[in-house]
């Protein structure tokens, strides 16, 4: 799928109520909806996907762009050990 030229995979899982985002080139999943969310969101459309992905970006797509970057860098740091 792709919001404007922003694309993203989207993963869908029933058993974990969890619907996550991965967009192209990012290396941190985005969760769009969770647990009681996820069951009031249903069977969901691709326009209300969209309208809930861009409220998670906001006003401001290249600051939250780089901030997923960023908890990516630090979760991988925090998993390498110490030399």
Request: net charge negative; glycine share 4%.
């Amino acid at each position: 799928m792709t919001i404007t030229s922003l694309p993203f995979v989207l993963r869908d899982n029933a058993q974990k109520k969890l619907v996550q985002v991965q967009f192209t080139g990012i290396p941190a999943m985005v969760t769009v909806w969770s647990g009681a969310a996820y069951d009031t969101a249903g069977d969901y459309t691709e326009a209300q996907l969209e309208t809930a992905v861009k409220a998670l970006i906001g006003s401001d797509p290249a600051a939250y762009l780089e901030s997923l970057f960023a908890k990516a860098n630090a979760a991988r740091a925090a998993s390498t050990p110490s030399a």
